[in-house]
């Protein structure tokens, strides 16, 4: 039985981190993977969550298809930006790896305290996320899509039908995600590279 990670294009399991360095092309493949969960969440009120990242991954995809030579990783995309005016490359990215945490504590919360629903999880965690970043504005907006997360056990059935298999590849999936996420904010923050972005 397949399953919604058989299905992906590309995990973050899959996404090649060498010496911390992450592969950009490989890392925007695994976002955009990533970017079809919010469908099996079935609430057009994600949509803002949806559109939000695959703007941040086109802006990111633009410079690697720009200079492929000077952004392999994240890190050099990053970098090749620094002398920049415009950091476009550099603020999608910063923004795609809030939404990739937000997604990361949401899902780690939900494994994590599996008698909670998940109105209950991914409030917490764009408390915990990304609610510091959005203003009064944006706010209300994704309170509205938290409140219309599924039921725990639709969101699983649809995951897969093996629970045992889903259990295994979720896991593995999430813990690629969080090194992932941790490794590049810490480069950001490092560097201050998301500075005034």
């Not at 392999?72 to 920049?84: A, F, K």
């Not at 409030?123 to 997360?149: E, N, Q, S, V, W």
Request: proline share 3%; glycine share 6%.
């Amino acid at each position: 039985m397949s399953t919604f990670f058989d299905e992906m294009k590309k995990s973050f399991a899959d996404v090649p981190v060498v010496d911390g360095k992450i592969a950009t092309a490989d890392f925007l493949e695994a976002s955009e993977s990533l970017v079809k969960l919010f469908d099996l969440l079935g609430s057009s009120a994600f949509s803002v969550v949806q559109n939000d990242m695959t703007g941040n991954i086109q802006k990111v995809r633009a410079k690697l298809l720009e200079s492929p030579d000077k952004t392999g990783t994240l890190q050099d995309l990053i970098l090749s930006e620094v002398t920049d005016k415009k950091k476009t490359a550099t603020q999608g990215l910063l923004w795609l790896c809030r939404g990739l945490q937000f997604t990361a504590v949401a899902m780690r919360e939900t494994v994590s305290r599996p008698k909670d629903e998940l109105n209950k999880t991914f409030t917490d965690a764009y408390g915990k996320t990304l609610t510091k970043y959005h203003t009064m504005l944006i706010r209300p907006i994704f309170k509205l899509a938290m409140k219309a997360c599924p039921y725990r056990a639709d969101f699983f059935a649809k995951l897969g039908a093996d629970q045992e298999k889903v259990a295994q590849q979720l896991e593995e999936w999430l813990s690629a995600l969080e090194k992932i996420v941790a490794e590049i904010m810490a480069f950001f923050e490092k560097g201050n590279y998301g500075k005034g972005l």
